[in-house]
């Protein structure tokens, strides 16, 4: 069966600090893992994916096989970076997302 | 406005009563999840539906039913509401296919459920 992990449910930075928000993942198959992002009173959207390699609003994600796992990273976080962020595996041919529990991203001033 | 709506935001009722969580999208979507989501905790998929008359089981075994009449609507009942289906329950549909756009899901605002 799928599963994803966020190991820390909280991460505090300061401005300008570089942050990473861990994922880890458990699938039989070709994985294919996404960022989400919730903002104060925002609905959950899309942040990025794998597949496109793309750097959006500063953020990357790198999917690593060997340590199934695929960080979010940001050089310097920004005081509106402040969010939870979800990882997700989709999986059933890509039909079906699997969440990861989150983990709340705090920069401090 | 292309949007994926959910009805009612919020909803306090009583133990043993029916309710309907109402999810309509004007995106021109297929398929369509419902997500349980306790405060702080992991979203769990309880529902999908990949087009009209079709509906699936998620991950997490839910007392919820569902139905898919019409493509652009979704509704989740609960035929006897408990304390233990206190939640949030999020909307969310995609498009068909693969490619880019697979993973993609919009989701609606929530609506959050406490049973007395």
């Known amino acids: 069966a799928q599963r994803v992990t966020q190991p820390e449910k909280l991460l505090s930075v300061f401005k300008g600090a570089p942050v990473e928000l861990k994922c880890n993942y458990s699938?039989?198959?070709?994985?294919?893992l996404f960022w989400y992002v919730q903002y104060s009173r925002q609905r959950l959207q899309l942040l990025l994916r794998?597949?496109s390699r793309e750097s959006i609003k500063g953020f990357t994600a790198d999917l690593n096989k060997g340590e199934t796992s695929f960080h979010l990273k940001k050089p310097f976080a920004q005081e509106e970076d402040s969010a939870m962020y979800y990882c997700?595996?989709?999986?059933?041919?890509?039909?079906?997302?699997?969440f990861g529990g989150g983990t709340r991203l705090m920069v401090k001033p | 406005e292309a949007d994926i709506y959910q009805t009612p935001r919020y909803l306090v009722i009583g133990t043993g009563k029916k309710i309907t969580l109402e999810c309509s999208q004007t995106?021109?979507?297929?398929?369509m999840y419902w997500y349980q989501q306790d405060p702080g905790m992991e979203l769990h998929l309880i529902h999908y539906?990949?087009?009209?008359?079709?509906?699936e089981k998620g991950d997490l075994s839910s007392e919820s039913t569902v139905s898919r009449i019409r493509t652009e609507h979704f509704p989740l009942t609960l035929e006897s509401a408990r304390p233990s289906h206190t939640s949030q329950y999020l909307c969310?549909?995609?498009?068909?296919?693969?490619?880019?756009?697979?993973?993609?899901?919009?989701f609606g605002e929530g609506s959050r459920l406490t049973v007395l």
């Open positions: 995106m021109g979507h297929d398929k």
């Open positions: 794998h597949i």
């Open positions: 699938y039989s198959g070709s994985p294919e």
């Open positions: 997700a595996l989709a999986h059933n041919a890509g039909n079906m997302l699997t």
């Open positions: 539906s990949y087009g009209v008359n079709s509906t």
């Open positions: 969310a549909s995609s498009e068909s296919g693969r490619g880019l756009n697979t993973g993609e899901l919009f």
